[in-house]
């Protein structure tokens, strides 16, 4: 590893090649360093998009990190992940950089395949001191104590579950010595809530651990803080403290979120914590969105179907604003809650609204709605309680990679008892299915919606038993029967028009809307054919293709089910659209699976569909 600066033509910050020539550095040099990192991240990432905010307000906090210990033989836990693009530049990925987030590039988040310095893939919060926990009792267990173990933590994630039950663990193990860095931006996306934040506010404000109660050393830790962290000498020494307690130690830094870029600093909604390719000097998205998104069609939604439904009232888990309930919160504030990064709180609170009277609904990230199952099964579904989640960033999301696809919602949900799962195809049906939901009083309802724009509306051609019949197929209909999850209604009826045309097999496109549990109108449909291919943007495994399979098996329809989804694997991240394809989820890839799938089969006679309904 090399340990003196090597050649003085380059920029500082391209000598600093690891953390062994870092640690060289003489100590006046760091404020110079310093700024070129934060010139680097603001162009950079405003010229390819990714975690701005967060990031420039870590800069000396992780030079300070990478001087004090020397990982990977002390451990440095990132929790999210999203704040370690310093970490990366200090690792041997600055010319890298370019590719960050990008189809086979950088990961936005560590990652292990690229360096030994990187522990943590997982972007879900709150698992830092979880992973510390466990880290120094693998390392006591080896008799390796003396190297150390430290987690870095935002205040938001905080205040999530785990970190409080790591907390309770951490604390009550005086021989365990992990180093818990608190970074105190004061925000999540917006400014933090709850009495951890209060707390947290009074020992930034009150003087630190002597002039008040203090939650950490209540809990067993020794407190440093509140500390600077933007004088990398200042963290630096506290730093080599807190090592040199050699048990818990909790040390409470103070950073500003945007730290440097005044676009960023001021930004009111959440200080360009993740953006696009924007404007370097104002913030401003470079490229002219393509059109509305999911999440502001649902957002205004909500807005009017709270003012049609009054009992309805909003949970979310500290993304008020990225789950769209900025127009709901503008119209009905007192009916908009924020519990903070605390799904599974949010879920169980909504249990509780819901005994209590009110309808509420709770918008969430689908992939963080994995850490709150066991809520919405044993609080919510066991007792039949009308709770409606709305999951944004269903299926692929794109550039955050494996931890943010939400492509576990369907396979997760389809074994809850008493919950009714719809996806809608577009933003007229999203209108019409939240209405439905809302309405509904016998126990839980989802709706899932994707990270992308909401498209040109669908229109039904006719409708049997709330299923849209789409597209019907000229000469034999009935070959195949096409049953798409929500917005793959699209690239479904693109399929069927190709493979009518170009291969003489007639399709009929029939979107249920409600797609979990299985619509019964499906089986007369599915017997009708001669194959069904459903297709979902979810991990096809437990999915509604294999819902219904195992309907059709379960009446006795032979119609053989071809269930077309994501595979069970963890995808890396990318583009959407790009992803979808590599899936075989666009039309070409539909129209593949289908004509591999009839190649063998025999077309028998084809049997007419009932009458046209009334579509709607
Ligand atoms: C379980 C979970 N819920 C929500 C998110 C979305 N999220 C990503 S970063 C973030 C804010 C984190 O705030 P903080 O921990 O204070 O870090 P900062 O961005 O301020 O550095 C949130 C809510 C997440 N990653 N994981
Ligand atoms: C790290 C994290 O969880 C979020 O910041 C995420 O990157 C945001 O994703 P969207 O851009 O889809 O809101
Ligand atoms: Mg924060």
Request: hydrophobic residues 45%; proline residues 7%; aromatic residues 4%.
């Amino acid at each position: 590893m090399a340990t003196t600066l090597p050649d003085t033509s380059l920029s500082l910050l391209e000598r600093v090649a690891d953390p062994g020539v870092l640690r060289t550095l003489p100590a006046d040099r760091l404020p110079h360093l310093a700024d070129e990192i934060r010139r680097f991240l603001v162009a950079k990432v405003c010229a390819r998009g990714g975690h701005l905010g967060p990031n420039l307000g870590m800069v000396e906090l992780t030079l300070a990190l990478h001087r004090v210990f020397e990982s990977p033989r002390d451990a440095l836990v990132f929790d999210i992940g999203h704040q370690a693009y310093v970490h990366k530049l200090l690792t041997g990925r600055q010319k890298g950089f370019d590719t960050l987030r990008q189809p086979g590039g950088l990961s936005g988040y560590p990652s292990r395949a690229e360096s030994v310095h990187d522990l943590v893939e997982n972007s879900h919060a709150s698992t830092a001191l979880s992973y510390a926990d466990g880290l120094a009792e693998a390392r006591a267990l080896a008799g390796e104590s003396d190297r150390s173990v430290v987690a870095v933590i935002g205040d938001g994630a905080l205040g999530g579950g785990m970190a409080f039950e790591a907390l309770n663990n951490l604390g009550a193990a005086p021989e365990r010595p992990v180093i818990v860095v608190v970074n105190d931006n004061g925000r999540s996306y917006a400014p933090t809530t709850g009495a951890l934040a209060k707390h947290l506010s009074v020992l930034k404000y009150g003087g630190g651990a002597e002039a008040c109660r203090n939650v950490f050393t209540d809990l067993g830790f020794t407190y440093f803080g509140p500390v600077d962290g933007h004088n990398t000498r200042e963290v630096e020494s506290v730093l080599c403290r807190a090592r040199a307690m050699k048990r818990p130690v909790v040390v409470h830094v103070m950073t500003v979120k945007g730290k440097g870029h005044r676009p960023s600093e001021t930004d009111p909604s959440d200080c360009l914590h993740a953006v696009g390719a924007i404007a370097p000097d104002t913030g401003r998205p470079v490229a002219k969105a393509s059109g509305p998104s999911w999440t502001s069609e649902f957002g205004h939604a909500l807005a009017e179907a709270a003012a049609a439904h009054p009992k309805v009232v909003a949970v979310t888990a500290g993304m008020l604003l990225p789950t769209g309930l900025g127009p709901m919160k503008e119209r009905f504030p007192e009916r908009v809650f924020d519990v903070g990064i605390a799904e599974q709180h949010a879920v169980t609170s909504a249990a509780g609204l819901a005994t209590g009277g009110p309808h509420p609904l709770v918008a969430i990230y689908a992939t963080f709605l994995n850490r709150a199952f066991d809520q919405v099964v044993m609080d919510v579904a066991l007792h039949r309680l009308p709770v409606t989640f709305v999951l944004d960033r269903a299926g692929i999301t794109g550039p955050d990679g494996p931890s943010h696809h939400g492509m576990w919602d369907l396979g997760l949900l389809s074994m809850v008892p008493g919950l009714r799962l719809a996806a809608p195809r577009d933003t007229t049906r999203l209108r019409l299915l939240l209405d439905e939901a809302v309405a509904w009083s016998e126990g839980p309802t989802v709706l899932r919606i994707p990270k992308s724009s909401a498209g040109t509306p669908i229109e039904a051609v006719a409708s049997m038993d709330g299923v849209d019949v789409l597209y019907r197929g000229k000469g034999r209909p009935l070959d195949v029967l096409l049953v798409p999850v929500g917005p793959l209604a699209q690239p479904a009826l693109e399929a069927a028009h190709v493979l009518q045309t170009e291969h003489g097999i007639g399709c009929t496109v029939a979107d249920p809307r409600w797609v979990l549990p299985v619509n019964p109108a499906l089986e007369s449909l599915a017997a009708r054919h001669r194959l069904v291919v459903s297709v979902e943007d979810g991990v096809v495994t437990g999915g509604v293709g294999t819902a219904l399979a195992q309907w059709c098996q379960d009446r006795g329809v032979t119609t053989p089910v071809h269930a077309l989804g994501l595979p069970r694997a963890f995808l890396a991240h990318g583009s959407r659209p790009e992803l979808l394809t590599q899936a075989g989820l666009d039309a070409p890839g539909l129209v593949r699976a289908v004509l591999n799938a009839t190649a063998h089969r025999d077309a028998g006679p084809a049997v007419p569909l009932p009458a046209q309904g009334s579509a709607r």
